[in-house]
């Protein structure tokens, strides 16, 4: 297998699905002759033509609008919001349309659109250009989230995604675009949404990270190496959840560390808290605790590495429930 970059594997799942399926377009602000902010999208202007790799006005509203009709003309749509936060301008198309037709319809239409974004921090950019608004999608009914922290799931969940009936966000965390390596199948490959990814076992506590957090986790289980056994849980696609392995890792463990880049309050690893106060009390020898970003706006470059979540905090929480 190739060793790839996060960002070369999500351009090589771009050429894969659109050989494979002519109805597959990709639209957004500079994918086309630019090939993507990130270069994500490089190439797929020239090999597929300009109907099939869309340059857009700036107006994330009229991309997902766009995708909205093409969805229901029979299209596959991929948008790139090319960056996180500008997302937040097509989150009323979002809501009152993509995530309601299949209930609108009755079951009648499929809806398989996809949006794609990167996301998080540590990249030194300017106001919204780091933020970690997962939370604001997997809230919203009749979308699925997907979160990839390797070159391999990175492929596999985007061809997933675009797969998929239903439409589907896909956060990719930007930070990793060039920073990760990994060896990627070639040709068609596909992870299922819906299924987390065990990263490492271990025997004494369990973190659970997706996305940008994954290497911050394995960090950690690292540097408590010598004192014990850390299990480190990717959960991949926050919706659908994978629930048996949250659960199945927390009854094993007893211990469980839940680490966030977004801010705390109502937070995706508030979810992921409650599933476990729910339906694994009785197997927890700990309460469980989250690691996560603060409750302000993302802080400009000077202090940015104090708001991300770190090696040393996450060690901290670990040990924190260890000795409880």
Known sequence: MAELTL???????????????????????????????????????????????????LAEAGILGTAVGLCMAGWRPVCEMQYDAFSYPCLDQLIT??????????????FPLVVRMPYGGGVRAPELHDDSPEAYYAHTPGVKVAIPSTPADAKGLLAAAIRDPDPVIVFEPKLHYRTLRGEVPAGEHVVPLGEARLA???????????????????????????????EVLDIRTLKPLDEDALLGSAGKTGRVVIVQEAPRTAGYGAELAAILAEKAML???????????YDVPYPYWQIEDAYMPSVERVVAAVRRTLEF
């Open 283 to 293: 197997d927890l020898r700990a309460p469980v605790i989250r690691v996560t970003g």
């Open 200 to 230: 490492r076992e271990g025997e004494d506590a369990t973190i659970v990270a997706y996305g940008s957090m994954v290497p911050v986790a394995e960090a950690a289980a690292d540097a408590l190496a010598g004192e014990a056994s850390l």
């Open 97 to 110: 349309h993509v995530g309601r037709y299949r209930w609108r319809t009755r079951g009648g239409m499929e």
């Open 7 to 57: 960002v070369e594997a999500i351009n090589e799942a771009f050429h894969t699905e659109l050989g494979r399926d002519d109805s597959v377009l990709v639209m957004g602000e500079d994918v086309g002759r630019a090939g993507g902010v990130f270069r994500a999208t490089a190439g797929l202007r020239d090999k597929f033509g300009a109907d099939r790799c869309v340059d857009t006005p």
